[in-house]
């Protein structure tokens, strides 16, 4: 089932799926090789962002994408997070097609979100289909330690999404809860030495904006053991979620998403 959106947000979601039938069904030993995907119309800028931080994450030293969009990861890798090989390694002969949309500049996604796909013809049905929707723009906006932009990244973002998709895993539904799917990207985290996501959900940031603006800063956290002084140390980032998006519904799948009312 398609989650709800906005009109234009299911234009594109549409012709997302355009290009999954393309995928599969015109190409048919590129399918054979590789179960994920980017778009066509992704800028080369933003190809080599996810590339570039990819490769830093695993550790594939030829990770790319082909001519016809597909990800390669290559046979050679140095060092990086041998969870996160397997993840993709997973993925790309998996049985199920992923591809990646560039949603640069859409409300309705904060950071990364995916979506079910829907096949458009009844062939090859029984291949599930998913849209990972990446706003390279989102990660720009951030403020924060180096350490924690670090450990949040565009390549991260895939990642967890990806994870739903490969591992089915779920994410937090209380405040203070990471979830299943954070775990096993902290867990990648920890391998290439980066600091780990404290809390699934971004919350009120107590950084007060400026009175002109209609800001609205949130901020979330990371630590990392210092083994020096025996001590956690607390990294943040912040930024403005009327600018980033996020306040998504509970069903939608995503990367971040704003703390859970409490109730009265």
């Known amino acids: 089932?398609?989650?709800?959106?906005?009109?234009?947000?299911?234009?594109?979601?549409?012709?997302?799926?355009?290009?999954?039938?393309?995928?599969?069904?015109?190409?048919?030993?590129f399918a054979e090789t590789t179960n994920v995907v980017i778009r066509d119309n992704v800028?080369?800028?933003?190809?080599?962002?996810?590339?570039?931080?990819?490769?830093?994450?695993?550790?594939f030293q030829n990770l790319r994408f082909d001519a016809q969009g597909g990800l390669q990861l290559g046979a050679n890798y140095d060092k990086g997070s041998t969870i996160a090989r397997a993840l993709l390694s997973r993925a790309v002969s998996g049985d199920k097609v992923v591809v990646i949309e560039?949603?640069?500049?859409?409300?309705?996604?904060?950071?990364?979100?995916?979506?079910?796909?829907?096949?458009?013809?009844?062939?090859d049905t029984k291949v599930s289909a998913f849209v990972v929707l990446v706003d390279f723009s989102d990660f720009r906006k951030i403020v924060g330690d180096d350490e924690a932009r670090a450990a949040f990244d565009v390549g991260w973002g895939f990642l967890h999404e990806l994870d739903h998709v490969v591992s089915d895993s779920t994410d937090a539904e209380e405040q203070g809860k990471l979830g299943e799917c954070e775990k096993h990207?902290?867990?990648?985290?920890?391998?290439?030495?980066?600091?780990?996501?404290?809390?699934?959900?971004?919350?009120?940031?107590?950084?007060r904006p400026d009175p002109n603006f209609g800001n609205?800063?949130?901020?979330?956290?990371?630590?990392?053991?210092?083994?020096?002084?025996?001590?956690?140390?607390?990294?943040?980032?912040?930024?403005?979620?009327?600018?980033?998006?996020?306040?998504?519904?509970?069903?939608?799948?995503?990367m971040v998403r704003a703390a859970p009312k409490t109730k009265n």
């Open 216 to 254: 609205k800063l949130v901020k979330l956290a990371f630590e990392q053991y210092d083994h020096e002084t025996s001590r956690k140390k607390r990294y943040w980032l912040v930024w403005d979620s009327n600018a980033v998006g996020g306040l998504l519904a509970k069903t939608q799948t995503a």
């Open 185 to 207: 990207i902290n867990e990648m985290r920890l391998e290439v030495g980066l600091p780990v996501r404290v809390d699934y959900f971004f919350t009120q940031s107590s950084l």
């Open 1 to 29: 089932m398609i989650p709800r959106t906005s009109h234009d947000s299911s234009k594109t979601l549409h012709l997302c799926l355009v290009m999954v039938c393309v995928a599969v069904f015109a190409v048919p030993a």
């Open 102 to 123: 560039d949603a640069s500049g859409r409300a309705d996604v904060a950071f990364c979100r995916v979506v079910p796909g829907r096949w458009r013809t009844d062939r």
């Open 43 to 59: 800028p080369i800028a933003k190809r080599d962002e996810l590339i570039r931080t990819l490769r830093s994450i695993t550790g």
